[in-house]
């Protein structure tokens, strides 16, 4: 990807400040969680390859609201699986590690890769071949907003999406950390509640969420003018 498509991609990530991991158990969930999502503010989807027919989910849904929202693919392991996934027209595509060969075909395709890293390493290796935005996983077994904290201390320049083990309640000490943006999965998107017909439910989750993390912004931010 160009480099200045890379980062509105990533900025547009970032200023949602939430991409929520669809990783159900058919096509039909997973529009009904991307419906729920996006009337309740979030307009960025990961479709993970996880999901039974996950390229033809990606498909429908970068055509039915590709103008409005972000069609990210996740669970992307191989060059085959970018070419598939933006081939179906993903906007992004997320790796649970640090595969150089998937990287180089993101590239290729002109999309942007964000690639899972978990130690400084990684992370650096992950940036000097060209990302954007790094995901930290599994960010929650390794101390959560305190090792994202960490992190930021010697890597400030470099944005970072922690995932695994995120939830409602504690998503803005994530964003308070530095996180750029948080990856959510099943407490966001339940697929019981989409089971049941309670997509309402989820739509409010939605709207919970993104009105926490632009508060906690607003903290970070009031606490950043006091200090300085």
């Known amino acids: 990807m160009t480099a200045s ?6 900025r547009r990530i970032a200023d949602i400040g939430v991409v929520p991991v669809v990783r159900v158990r058919s096509t039909d969930a997973a529009y009904r969680a991307a419906d729920a999502l996006l009337e ?8 993970t390859l996880t999901v039974p027919n996950a390229i033809a989910a990606i498909r429908s849904l970068a055509t039915r609201i590709g ?13 085959a699986d970018v070419d598939a996934c933006v ?8 790796s649970p590690g640090l595969d150089a060969a998937t990287m180089e075909a ?25 990302s954007s935005l790094v995901k930290i996983f599994p960010c929650s077994a390794m101390g959560g907003p305190t090792y994202l904290r960490a992190l930021r201390g010697p890597l400030p320049h470099v944005q970072l999406l922690p995932t695994g083990g995120i939830t409602m309640a504690n998503a803005v000490d994530y964003i308070a950390a530095g ?5 959510m999965g099943s407490e966001l998107v339940d697929e019981r509640l989409l089971e049941t017909g309670q997509g309402a439910v989820l739509t409010e989750r939605a709207r919970t969420l993104v ?3 632009r508060s906690a912004r607003a903290g970070v931010a009031a606490v950043t003018r006091g200090s300085s």
């Open 5 to 10: 498509r890379d980062a509105e991609v990533a």
């Open 67 to 79: 103008d409005r929202a972000l069609i990210g693919a996740g669970t992307v392991l191989s060059p």
């Open 179 to 183: 996180a750029a943006a948080v990856g």
């Open 211 to 213: 009105r926490s993390i």
């Open 87 to 94: 081939d179906a027209g993903a906007q992004f595509i997320v």
């Open 106 to 130: 993101a590239r290729r395709c002109d999309v942007l890769a964000v690639p899972g890293a978990l130690t400084p390493t990684e992370i650096m290796a992950a940036t000097r071949w060209g």
């Open 40 to 47: 309740g503010g979030i307009s960025t989807l990961e479709i």
